[in-house]
Each structure stands twice: as structure tokens, then as C-alpha cells.
């Protein structure tokens, strides 16, 4: 019993680490990570103990408490890892998903954070967990080290207009506005300004976004580790080209969507077969859940981990050539092209 407790509390961040089994063999490339525009490469950024116990854990949606509920149990300790401040322009449920994420981590404490938004309400909302809201965007940018630019993508140009004039060599401004290029933040923030585009996903609201940056303007490899440092936080993130933000939009911007609607589906095939809704919703969830982790710590290949559920004229392989018949795979393509060409549309309009 101890040695499978000793296997268990192998498991990291980066999963498998010490089993000799081929299914938890990890691949080797994949513990690398992204390949980033630094060089030499950007070493992957090392979590505290505290910290990767934390990514253990299973999703809760603890992100939007009503207003007037009592602070979050996050609260503000006395140190801090990163010794920098935050300040996000607009204060969203992505802006807050991101709040909560570092302050939950430890890697800043509440009163590092700085924010501004339009709606009363959420400026209140960032104050009712520690944060500290400002009146001005311009404010928000003098308390800041790291600016988010959480705003929808028509304001980004106005809200980087308002802080220019206080932008110095000390900021790195993060943009987390869907379709707003590189070059249109530059462009409003000044050619001296450091640049990261960032494309998150929703599931950043229960720390688990899957999400790509590129870096622009005078951006630097210490921007890139900084970043990453952030989003890994909140989930995953990878550098890649700006060209390919809009395949990151089809595949894991949109790609939420989709997962969903295949919940959906597995769930009411569940009632179908019997099951009462909210087990056949419950078992469909944490099958993807499980799944899905699986291929993230195993490293394995999905085609590999699938030919193991699948006997020989057993139960899955029926299924799956159901599946094989209606063009599952091949739908779920389309829809990451369809949603990759309409990024690239957006982006030029």
C-alpha cells in the first residue's frame, strides 16, 4: 500500500513521472513545451510545491460570487512569489477569473491588483476580494507593473490611447482582446511598448484555460517567462506566431463549445439508454474530465488510449464505428477550419 501511495504522489503538474509502464511513459517532447520565439529556449517555469499541489485538483466554478456575498476564502496572505503588480483595464468575468487564479495560487497577494471598469459593480466586486479599483485607466497603469487589456476588442484602441502617456520601460502590456493584432496594439500603445498577445479560453473562469501568446513590439524572452508564469496559474499556455492565433481561436478559443455540445450529447444519450438526467450529465462530464487528463498526463497518443477501451467485438468498438459512420471526426475538423477561417476574417476587418 505504501508504494502505491509513493506512485500516487508522484503525479505532478506534468504528470507520470516515475512508472516504468509504457501507458505513463510521458513523451519527452511534450514535457518541453512550446517551441517560443526566445533563443535559446524559454525554460519551463517551475512551480512551488504549494503550487503544483494546487493544479491537483478538480474544477470548481467559484469565480462569480453575487454581489454582497462575503469575500472569497482566497484571501490576501502576507507574501506573495511574484513581485509585481496588476492591473487589469476592464474587470470582466475573464479579468476576475485571472484575479482569483493568482491570488488562489499565491502567486501575488490582493493588494497587488488594480483594476478599472466602466460597471460600478464589478470595480466593487474586485474590491470585496482585496483589489484595488481606480477611477481611471490612466491610475491603473501608474499602480501596475503587468497591464491586462481585458476590455472588448472596439475599445482596446481607446483604453491604450488613455494610458500611453504613463506607459514606461517597466510595462508589459498583456492583451487578452480577441482579434486585435500585434501590430493595432502597437500601433495604440506606443512603439516602445511591450507586447503580449494573449488568446485564453473560457475555461480559465475554473483554472484550467488553454491558451497561446506571441510577442510584439519591444517585448522581450523575460515578457514570454512572465506571462507563462501568470496563465500557467489559470491553466496552459504555449508561444507560437501570430499567424496562428486564429487556429488557436478555431481549436481551443471555440473549442469549448464543442466539448459542450459533446457532453450534451453523450449525456442524452445516457437518458436514452435510461439513466436519469442529472447522473447520465454527471457521468458525461467527468468522462471528458477524466479523459482528457489522461492525454494531458500520460502523454499517450488519443489513438493509443482509445484502442485500449476498444476489445475485440466488444461494446466501444460498436460504438465508435457509430461514430466512424456519422462523420464525428471529420465534423469536429470542419469546425475547427470554420472557426479558424472566420478569425482570420475578423482580423482584417
Excluded at 32 to 55: D, H, I, M, N, Y
Excluded at 281 to 307: F, I, N, R, Y
Aim: aromatic content about 4%.
Amino acid at each position: 500500500m505504501l508504494q502505491i501511495f509513493r506512485v500516487v504522489a508522484s503525479v505532478g503538474s506534468h504528470g507520470f513521472r516515475h512508472s516504468s509502464s509504457p501507458f505513463f511513459s510521458l513523451n519527452k517532447a511534450a514535457r518541453r513545451g512550446s517551441a517560443g520565439v526566445c533563443w535559446p529556449p524559454v525554460p519551463p517555469v517551475k512551480l512551488t510545491e504549494e503550487q503544483s499541489k494546487s493544479r491537483q485538483h478538480t474544477p470548481k466554478l467559484i469565480i462569480i460570487p453575487a454581489v454582497g456575498e462575503s469575500p472569497s476564502t482566497m484571501a490576501t496572505s502576507a507574501t506573495s512569489v511574484l513581485d509585481k503588480r496588476i492591473g487589469f483595464l476592464g474587470s470582466g468575468q475573464m479579468a476576475e477569473a485571472l484575479a482569483r487564479g493568482l491570488i488562489k495560487r499565491g502567486l501575488i497577494t490582493a493588494d497587488q491588483i488594480v483594476c478599472n471598469d466602466p460597471n460600478p459593480v464589478r470595480k466593487e466586486l474586485f474590491r470585496s476580494f482585496g483589489a484595488t479599483p481606480y477611477d481611471s485607466n490612466a491610475d491603473v497603469a501608474r499602480h501596475s507593473d503587468v497591464l491586462f487589456v481585458a476590455v472588448k476588442p472596439q475599445h482596446v484602441s481607446q483604453v491604450l490611447s488613455e494610458v500611453r502617456p504613463v506607459l514606461g520601460e517597466g510595462h508589459t502590456v498583456v492583451s487578452i482582446a480577441a482579434g486585435i493584432t500585434v501590430e493595432k496594439l502597437v500601433e495604440a500603445a506606443g512603439p516602445d511598448a511591450r507586447v503580449v498577445r494573449v488568446m485564453p479560453n473560457t475555461p480559465c473562469l475554473v483554472g484550467e484555460t488553454a491558451a497561446a501568446m506571441c510577442l510584439g513590439g519591444k517585448a522581450t524572452c523575460e515578457d514570454e517567462v512572465l506571462v507563462r508564469r501568470i496563465f500557467e496559474a489559470v491553466g496552459r499556455i504555449y508561444t507560437v506566431d501570430e499567424k496562428l492565433l486564429a487556429a488557436v481561436t478555431g481549436l481551443s478559443g471555440s473549442g469549448p463549445a464543442y466539448v459542450f455540445m459533446a457532453i450534451e450529447a453523450l449525456a442524452d444519450g445516457g437518458v436514452r439508454a435510461g439513466l436519469p438526467r442529472d447522473i447520465a450529465q454527471a457521468l458525461a462530464a467527468q468522462t471528458v474530465l477524466g479523459s482528457a487528463k489522461m492525454v494531458l498526463e500520460t502523454g499517450s497518443h488519443p489513438g493509443a488510449l482509445k484502442d485500449m477501451v476498444t476489445s475485440p467485438g466488444g461494446t466501444t468498438i460498436a460504438g465508435v464505428h457509430e461514430l466512424e459512420k456519422a462523420g464525428v471526426r471529420a465534423a469536429f475538423m470542419s469546425a475547427v477550419v470554420a472557426a479558424t477561417e472566420r478569425a482570420n476574417q475578423l482580423a482584417k476587418s
